[in-house]
C-alpha cells in the first residue's frame, strides 16, 4: 500500500539552529515528491517537487533532498517566520498521498 | 506564478442548507483539480478529483450525493455541500494541477472555512 509518513510530529528549534525533517515513503512508482509549507488557517504553499533520487533542491533556508526511499527538508538556521507545518506528499502516477505533517516551532 | 483561489474563503450556514465553493485557477489551465478537508491539526484529506468535462472521481467513504462536484471549464470547479450538518464543518481546500514546464505541480488554494450551525 502507498504511504507517507513524516518525521518527527512537532520540532521546537532556537533561532538559528539548523536540522532537517525527514519524509518516508513507500509508492509503487514515484512520479513526484512534493514538499508544502501550511500555515494555521491557509491553504498549502508549494515549495518543491523532486522526481529522481538523488536530485536536490534549494529555496532560500530550504534544501530538499531525495532518496530511493526518503526525502528530507534541511532547514538551516531558521529564523522565527520559517514556524509552520511542512507537508510532504507523493504522487504515484494516479493520485497524491499526503503525510500528517511536521509542526515546526522556531523560537527567537 | 500559478494562483488559485477561493470562494468563498468562510461561511457560516443552518444545517440542511447547501453550500457552494468555487475553485479557479487564475493563471493557468487546471488538468485536474482536487477537493480536500482537512480537521484541525490533522493533514489533508482527498475527497475526490474532478477533470474538465467528466464526472469526479470520490475516494473511498466519501458521500457523493451529499458532496456534488462540477467541472465547468479548465479554470473552474465548484463543490456543493448539499443538506449541510454540523459534523460537514471543516476547512475545505482545493488544488489545481497544471503543467509548470515540462512537469506537472500541483497548487493549493486558500481554504474555505465552513461552519454549519
Known amino acids: 500500500e502507498d504511504q507517507v509518513t513524516q518525521s518527527p510530529e512537532a520540532l521546537r528549534l532556537q533561532e538559528g539552529e539548523s536540522s532537517s525533517l525527514n519524509c518516508s515513503y513507500t509508492?509503487?512508482?514515484?512520479?513526484?515528491l512534493f514538499w508544502y509549507r501550511q500555515d494555521p488557517g491557509k491553504g498549502p504553499e508549494f515549495l518543491f517537487t523532486?522526481?529522481?533520487a538523488g536530485e536536490e533542491k534549494e529555496k532560500e533556508r530550504l534544501k530538499a533532498t531525495l532518496t530511493k526511499k526518503e526525502s528530507f527538508l534541511h532547514i538551516t538556521a531558521p529564523k522565527p517566520e520559517d514556524s509552520a507545518t511542512y507537508l510532504c506528499?507523493?504522487?504515484?502516477?494516479?493520485?497524491?498521498?499526503f503525510g500528517s505533517g511536521t509542526k515546526l516551532n522556531v523560537k527567537p | 506564478g500559478a494562483v488559485v483561489s477561493q470562494h468563498p474563503s468562510w461561511v457560516i450556514c443552518k444545517s440542511g442548507t447547501s453550500v457552494k465553493i468555487e475553485c479557479r485557477s487564475l493563471?493557468?489551465?487546471?488538468?485536474?483539480m482536487f477537493w480536500y478537508r482537512q480537521f484541525p491539526k490533522q493533514s489533508l484529506m482527498l475527497m475526490a478529483t474532478?477533470?474538465?468535462?467528466?464526472?469526479?472521481?470520490?475516494e473511498q467513504g466519501v458521500e457523493k450525493d451529499k458532496f456534488l462536484i462540477n467541472h465547468a471549464s479548465l479554470t473552474l470547479s465548484t463543490l456543493t455541500v448539499t443538506s449541510a450538518h454540523p459534523e460537514d464543518s471543516s476547512f475545505y481546500i482545493c488544488?489545481?494541477?497544471?503543467?509548470?514546464?515540462?512537469?506537472?505541480?500541483?497548487?493549493f488554494g486558500p481554504g474555505t472555512r465552513l461552519t454549519v450551525t
Open positions: 493563471d493557468f489551465q487546471a488538468t485536474t
Open positions: 506528499a507523493v504522487n504515484n502516477f494516479n493520485k497524491f498521498y
Open positions: 474532478s477533470n474538465e468535462g467528466s464526472k469526479a472521481t470520490y
Open positions: 488544488s489545481a494541477e497544471g503543467l509548470a514546464g515540462a512537469s506537472y505541480e500541483q497548487y
Open positions: 523532486l522526481y529522481s
Open positions: 509508492v509503487s512508482g514515484l512520479r513526484g
